[in-house]
């Protein structure tokens, strides 16, 4: 059975840090890259940052200098360190799994962002 296990959402003010983490488990196909999605209300699920196991990295714009995604390619463990948060990118984050044949999804973690 596959599971994701997502932590490290909470309440923040703005240019403070979270660090979210996923732990995945139960996937026997190779895993071509571990990630974050943000979703926001009545909107589309959108990259925020993503590692391949050439651990080539990609970020969305808005957040470039000051999300960095790492990944334990070992334990399957995707991490991304916040810093200086804005109330922007307050939403609920989804961690990703992308192998060969399937995407898998957290269940998300709420991150919110306000004075």
């Known amino acids: 059975q596959v599971q994701l296990v997502e932590s490290g959402g909470g309440l923040v003010q703005p240019g403070e840090s979270l660090r979210l983490s996923c732990a995945a488990s139960?996937?026997?196909?190779?895993?071509?890259?571990m990630g974050w999605y943000r979703q926001d209300p009545g909107k589309e699920r959108t990259l925020v940052a993503r590692?391949?196991?050439?651990?080539?990295?990609d970020y969305d714009d808005s957040v470039k200098g000051r999300f960095t995604v790492s990944r334990d390619i070992p334990n399957n463990i995707v991490t991304m360190q916040m810093n200086n948060l804005k109330p922007e990118d307050t939403g609920v984050y989804y961690c990703?799994?992308?192998?060969?044949?399937?995407?898998?999804w957290g269940q998300g973690t709420q991150v919110t962002v306000s004075s």
């Open positions: 590692i391949s196991g050439d651990r080539t990295e």
């Open positions: 990703n799994v992308r192998t060969m044949y399937d995407d898998y």
């Open positions: 139960g996937i026997r196909d190779t895993i071509y890259r």
